[in-house]
């Protein structure tokens, strides 16, 4: 009996504490619009803060479990972002916990540049390329097929381009890319073929005498175009350089000349290096003239005679006694126009042949002296040395 009795009163408690819990739960509960309370109630926190011993202590927990309810939370006023309304972005996934939304990913296309067709043949070395390209691009040309490309515009905002190239005496075959600003390049574009034609205007060349004697320096002169040189060749051998580029039309230069005929070709050249076509000068003769020889004594009793003559102005004289296998210089170059000089003789028959020599080293022909006899018994003075002479 007294078992039936307690469990009657437990059981009437344990209903009194779950009407207790009920009226707690319901109490916390917020009209919309109102902020939630997270304070409990003073009287169930002076229970919750009594000993817990026996059945109150099971009740307790009943209430603790009660307590353990998510907070009632207000609308969230954030609208909810539509990726497929934006159209930027791609649709969320059905595993979309795991998987980030990302970009379609589009790749970049650079646009190619457009070129302005240029004349298909021209007579000048440098040529203008232009047309059109998008802002912010770079532009590139090639002169070899596309094999190797070189900074033909620098990157810049207009969208219009032009620029020089130099052309080869030819046909002209370019390519053109355009680079953005990570050197992304567009198609190649091809400008259409240029033919160059180019030429230097040819120079004249004034005729020169075709037989000079004495002085080996002859003039060379005629007409040019403004801004060229003159290139000299002599004989076919490699051109030099002996008038400056100027603005002159007209032109000459002294070149020197060596016995025998003498063939000489000219041309001009232009800023930049390119030649005209080659003249050639009708060829030129030269010689010096051989000295005269005043016939000097037969016979002489000395080691010692005077000879004499005449010359060209500017040549000197130069002796041999060896039959012309050797020569020494007798006399220097001066502008007299006779020369005398004294040349030592040995005992007997004596035989010397002279000639005439220009300032250029030129030789005239020999001219023989008239054979002399030494009849001293005396010895020679000296013994004669001689010099290879003139060629």
């Not at 009594?50 to 059945?55: D, F, K, M």
């Not at 004495?214 to 002996?242: C, H, Q």
Request: charged letters at 15%; a neutral charge; proline letters at 10%.
């Amino acid at each position: 009996m007294i078992n039936d009795r307690l469990t009657k009163v437990s059981a009437t408690k344990k209903s009194l504490l779950l009407i207790t819990v009920v009226y707690f739960v319901l109490s916390q509960t917020v009209p919309p619009g109102f902020a939630t309370t997270t304070q409990p109630a003073v009287g169930l926190q002076a229970e919750l803060n009594r000993p817990q011993t026996g059945t109150l202590a099971q009740k307790n927990s009943v209430a603790e479990t009660a307590l353990e309810l998510p907070a009632i939370r207000t609308p969230s006023t954030i609208p909810v972002l539509d990726f497929l309304a934006i159209g930027t972005l791609s649709a969320p996934s059905a595993d979309t916990a795991t998987q980030p939304l990302t970009a379609h990913e589009t790749p970049e296309v650079v646009p190619p540049p457009v070129v302005t067709p240029p004349p298909e043949t021209v007579t000048m070395r440098t040529l203008t390329l232009g047309g059109t390209k998008a802002p912010g691009q770079s532009l590139w040309i090639s002169s070899n097929g596309g094999e190797s490309y070189t900074l033909f515009v620098t990157e810049n905002a207009e969208t219009t381009w032009s620029a020089s190239v130099n052309l080869a005496n030819k046909t002209n075959d370019f390519r053109l890319v355009a680079a953005n600003a990570v050197l992304k390049t567009s198609t190649e574009v091809k400008v259409p073929t240029i033919t160059c034609s180019y030429t230097v205007p040819t120079p004249t060349v004034t005729p020169p005498p075709r037989t000079v004697l004495d002085d080996p320096w002859i003039v060379l002169s005629g007409m040019k175009s403004a801004g060229e040189s003159i290139w000299v060749s002599f004989n076919g051998g490699r051109y030099t350089r002996l008038v400056p580029q100027n603005t002159a039309t007209t032109w000459f230069t002294c070149v020197m000349v060596a016995n025998g005929t003498n063939h000489f070709t000219v041309l001009a050249q232009n800023k930049i290096g390119y030649p005209s076509a080659v003249v050639t000068v009708p060829p030129i003769t030269y010689a010096i003239t051989a000295p005269e020889v005043t016939p000097p004594p037969a016979t002489v009793d000395t080691h010692t005679v005077t000879l004499s003559g005449s010359k060209t102005p500017g040549a000197g004289i130069w002796i041999s006694s060896d039959g012309g296998r050797s020569y020494t210089q007798l006399l220097p170059n001066d502008n007299s126009t006779t020369w005398a000089a004294l040349a030592d003789l040995v005992r007997g028959d004596n035989h010397f042949t002279v000639l005439a020599e220009d300032a250029a080293g030129n030789a005239s022909n020999p001219v023989t002296v008239p054979i002399i006899r030494c009849t001293s018994a005396t010895p020679a003075p000296r013994d004669h040395v001689f010099i290879q002479g003139p060629a």
